[in-house]
């Protein structure tokens, strides 16, 4: 095996070696590209024109093609918003110099930009479409994909699950579509549509990409864009484009950074001294005597500073007509929250070779990654927030590992029943870890046929295949699990010792034509393209028993492995029609089948249709020296869902019962056959969404940026309904019930503020207003009913404390009004008889707040100075409310006097409120749902670019990152940043110092 990875490192060695010997016999262009102000441009391409040999510029605007044959060539230099310039160079055996001084572009913006199945210049767009390149890309210690473009485009919240290394996001697009299905965006990776199905053992699916590779982002919101992918496009789609090679000499890129995480806020709660003085004030002589002498502080002992790296290495370039780029990375992440890490080794190869003469373009993208991970005992973050702050952190003897616990005589574990367990033992005592690979690869093959140049064909064959495994081992010490099982002779076990493992492989199959011509009788274009796809979803699970450390079986499965499996079939089409470079109509149309559903509604066609009006190009605007693009957006489509529905829930089947609910006959016991509930009726959940748009440009494109309106109504919502007894084999079925709307306006503006020959200033803003409301949920009208709970909460038994509820937002608090004293602070247990029936009960919850931010802002700015860079992210959200659980479940007296004769710590609200809390309605309250809104600082960097180095044979460049840089909020919790609306001990996000080194030869 060492000696098979030695060959392909000493064959790839080998290649770079010829390359650049091929290169030292040929002559070279090097040159600067500065823009009307002789100011550099980075990122400009200069492209030998009928080849795809090209340079790109530095932070200097300096550019270098090596290894150009002697020969005439015309040389184009390209920038976004800036007119291409064409140049015609003679090129010998030495070195040529060719300068570039490009003029702003008066036009719109011709920047291709990646759609479904295609590519389009940015100005002939008819959809609501917003692409983020890798120059815009948020920066520092990124370690999921999603986390790039973070408050960067209007309409889209992306929101970390927590602090957790590897955590991914919440990604919502336009609000959410759906109540029980699926609301994430369908990702598109080079041509590979990913499920959305967890892996486990990884903490995000996207964690397994590596952001290094990440070239831009493309964002289809609105369903004209979006609807060429049917059945998965219902919540939007992110299209990812990795980056590629370009044919010239080897360049070699090594980028490093070391951060440096900490705990940016405690959950306030009591000290051992606050504790004392609160029981001795409010408890008995009982309560008193269980009071010990120490003060640890939990948050202290569980928290740490964590030390991370994360390396990577590219290598880009080409041989002839076949650009290549090669990269591996290391990433090495500590949690804050103690004995938890991840470790990523990843790998990415793109080949595109040119062939025929450039009528034969292949693509072929393989990315791969492996993952180690412990996942901290998250259990012991709630857990330091209500031990008891006067107990020592060790015990003093060997009893549960050492720890010091609640004890009861009484017990057989010697433990007391309900108490917490030792925030530091939790962690300490699990052993949690994964080992996770996954493989993304596809090969795209495009050949333009020789007797018909306009005609396409483009086949793509792509997979994702992953393996997540990983064991639980928590040591027969341990208080968590101690005693936790009596075998059939009463001797009790203790610890555990289980393994899970769970295989996945989609794979893809597309197939499509694509015909384009430029009808210059009748002064038009067409663009059409017809194709063919198929999507195979198969995972494996492996079942393994329960184990106790000594290995006794706890339960054993019915089965050795589940093997889910779900197919979508596909056919679909799109035309794109411009008339005088003016009038653009797009429509395309696609017909999806799943196998989720029923041969009856198996099938479902997705239809849309756009209208584009430049309206800069008319005859009264087009000599505007003010205004540079002005052009009128209008669309309508229709798109579908099945992401996050059972795969087999249309057809009826019977399920073995588990080994616990077993039908005793004598002595015997039996396993039962269960018929399971079904909706042979159900069907795709349907969203159809008008958008209008505007996009502009002022002077010269200084100031770009768009406008957008929208409307969606998504009807037949897949949810839980209650059916009448006898009608099936359950009291409740999912299936389509449910109809609901979201409407809102974003807006996006990019500025140039200033533009010189030493001085930058680029800013860019958005912001989306999105209304979201229920307006069906039951198949009759029933004045009567309460919606759907949903938002379940700690405290007490099955409290919920959101609705979905006709005429309100997804998601409605659903909540007691509290009555509070004159001296501001809320009456215990009173509460508003809101129907003025004398008793307060559960007819007195009202609707409330919501937990969705009706407007979402980002704001990005970037100084350049010189060789100094300076650039700050940050976001906002407004409107949103959060259920303070961390409050409601600590924060009272009989929390803290706990009435089975044992102390908790609490929340300092305690001190504040006064809430004994020793009724059933407390935790339902309206006085711990907050508002959270907040305006945040994600990132703030300072970089220094050195230029050349080491006699120009490289360039070096450095940068210092703060992100979670500060919060502005009123609200009381850690972070008011909360999935869902409700904070119950979440995994901080911490604040994050990095310092990072690129290296470029």
């Known amino acids: 095996m060492r000696n098979n990875y030695l060959k392909k490192f000493m064959f790839l060695f080998a290649v770079l070696l010829l390359s650049q010997a091929i290169y030292a016999q040929s002559g070279s262009i090097s040159g600067k590209v500065v823009d009307e102000n002789n100011a550099p441009l980075p990122g400009a391409t200069v492209l ?232 001795k004030a409010n408890g008995n002589a009982a309560f008193q005597a269980l009071l010990g002498n120490a003060n640890t502080d939990w948050q202290k002992e569980i928290y740490q500073t964590a030390v991370s790296n994360d390396n990577n290495l590219n290598v880009s370039g080409g041989l002839k007509n076949m650009p290549y780029r090669v990269s591996v990375g290391y990433l090495d992440q500590k949690g804050i929250l103690r004995t938890g890490y991840l470790n990523r080794a990843s790998a990415a190869i793109n080949l595109s070779p040119r062939l025929l003469d450039n009528h034969l373009k292949i693509d072929i993208n393989l990315k791969g990654s492996q993952s180690k991970a412990r996942f901290a005992n998250q259990d012991a973050i709630g857990a330091a927030v209500s031990f008891d702050p006067t107990k020592p952190v060790l015990s003093g003897n060997n009893n549960y590992g050492g720890y010091y616990e609640y004890l009861d005589a009484g017990s057989a574990s010697g433990l007391r029943q309900l108490a917490p367990r030792n925030p530091v033992g939790l962690l300490e005592q699990k052993f949690d870890k994964s080992d996770v690979l996954r493989s993304i690869g596809n090969a795209q093959v495009d050949y333009k046929f020789h007797f018909l140049p306009d005609l396409h064909a483009n086949v793509n064959f792509g997979y994702d295949a992953s393996q997540g495994k990983g064991t639980i081992v928590i040591p027969e010490t341990a208080a968590s699990s101690y005693y936790r099982f009596k075998d059939a002779n009463n001797v009790l076990h203790s610890g555990v010792n289980n393994q899970y493992r769970t295989d996945i492989l989609n794979t893809t199959f597309e197939a499509y034509l694509n015909y384009a011509k430029d009808l210059k009788s009748i002064n038009s274009r067409i663009d059409a393209v017809a194709g063919y796809a198929y999507y195979d979803y198969a995972t494996k699970n492996y079942n393994y028993p329960d184990l106790t450390t000594d290995g006794t079986v706890v339960s054993q499965p019915n089965f050795p492995f589940d093997k889910p499996q779900h197919r979508l079939l596909s056919y679909y089409a799109r035309l794109n029609y411009t008339f005088d470079d003016k009038y653009l109509l797009t429509g395309t149309i696609r017909r999806d089948g799943s196998s989720r559903f029923s041969p009856t509604n198996r099938y479902a066609v997705f239809p849309s249709g756009a209208f584009a009006w430049k309206i800069k190009e008319e005859s009264f605007l087009k000599d505007s020296k003010v205004l540079s693009d002005l052009k009128l957006r209008v669309g309508y489509g229709v798109t579908g869902q099945q992401d996050a529905i059972d795969n087999y829930a249309y057809t009826s089947y019977y399920a073995l019962s588990s080994q616990t609910a077993s039908y005793q006959l004598g002595n015997n016991f039996y396993q039962l056959y269960r018929p399971s509930a079904y909706d042979p009726n159900r069907k795709w959940e349907q969203s159809a969404t008008t958008n209008v748009g505007f996009d502009y440009g002022f002077l010269n494109n200084r100031i770009t940026g768009s406008i957008d309106a929208y409307y969606k109504t998504t009807k037949d919502l897949i949810a839980p309904v209650n059916v009448s007894a006898g009608a099936g084999f359950s009291n409740i079925i999912v299936t389509n019930v449910g109809s609901m709307t979201n409407k809102g306006i974003e807006a996006a503006i990019n500025a140039q503020i200033v533009r010189s020959s030493t001085v930058t200033w680029d800013v860019a803003l958005n912001a989306t207003y999105n209304v979201n409301k229920v307006t069906k949920l039951t198949f009759v009208n029933d004045p009567n009913s309460t919606g759907l709970a949903t ?211």
Do not use: C, H, W
């Open 48 to 279: 030998i024109s009928g080849t795809t040999i090209a340079g790109a510029a530095d932070a200097n605007g300096n550019y270098k093609i090596a290894g150009v044959k002697a020969g005439s060539y015309t040389l184009t230099a390209s920038f976004i918003g800036y007119t291409s310039q064409p140049k015609t160079v003679t090129v010998g055996a030495g070195a040529l110099t060719v300068n570039f001084n490009m003029q702003p572009s008066s036009k719109s913006l011709n920047e291709i930009v990646v759609i479904g199945y295609g590519t389009v210049k940015k100005k002939d767009l008819t959809g609501s479409i917003t692409t983020v390149s890798s120059k815009d890309f948020q920066t520092g210690n990124i370690t999921s994909p999603e986390q790039l473009i973070a408050g960067k485009v209007a309409g889209v919240s992306i929101t970390s699950n927590g602090g957790a290394p590897g955590a991914g996001s919440t990604i919502r697009i336009r609000g959410g579509a759906s109540l029980s299905a699926s609301n994430d965006p369908l990702i598109v990776v080079d041509g590979v549509q990913l499920s959305n199905d967890a892996i486990p053992g990884s903490p995000s699916p996207l964690t397994l990409i590596n952001p290094n590779d990440i070239e831009t982002f493309t964002v289809l919101k609105d369903a004209s864009a979006t609807a060429i992918y049917g059945s998965r496009a219902s919540n939007g789609v992110i299209i990812i484009t990795t980056k590629k090679g370009v044919v010239g000499k080897p360049v070699i890129n090594l980028n490093t950074q070391v951060s440096v995480s900490t705990l940016a806020r405690e959950a306030q709660v009591l000290t051992g001294d606050q504790l004392r003085a609160y029981v």
């Open 791 to 1001: 938002g379940g909460i700690s405290g007490g038994t099955g409290n919920n404390v959101e609705r979905f509820y006709v005429g309100q937002p997804r998601g409605v608090f659903y909540v007691y009004q509290q009555v509070y004293g004159s001296d501001g602070k809320p009456l215990d247990n009173v509460y508003v008889d809101r129907n003025n029936d004398g008793v307060i009960n559960d007819k007195d919850l009202y609707l409330y707040k919501q937990p969705d931010p009706k407007y979402i802002l980002g704001f990005s700015s970037n100084v350049r100075y010189k060789k100094f860079n300076l650039a700050v992210v940050m976001r906002a959200n407004l409107g949103n409310y959060a259920y303070n659980n961390v409050f409601s479940n600590t924060g009272t007296r009989n929390n803290i006097l706990n009435p089975l004769q044992f102390l908790n710590n609490g929340s300092t609200n305690v001190l504040e409120s006064g809430i004994i809390g020793a009724n059933d309605k407390n935790v339902l309250s309206d006085y711990y749902v907050q508002n959270a809104s907040f305006l945040k600082m994600d990132n703030a960097s300072l970089g220094y670019n050195f230029g050349n180095i080491f006699s120009s044979k490289a360039q070096l460049s450095i940068s210092g990152n703060v992100q979670n840089v500060f919060v502005i909020t009123k609200y009381k919790g850690v972070d008011p940043e909360v999935n869902g609306g409700i904070d119950n001990n979440i995994y901080p996000r911490p604040r994050t110092y990095v310092l990072g080194l690129n290296l470029k030869f």
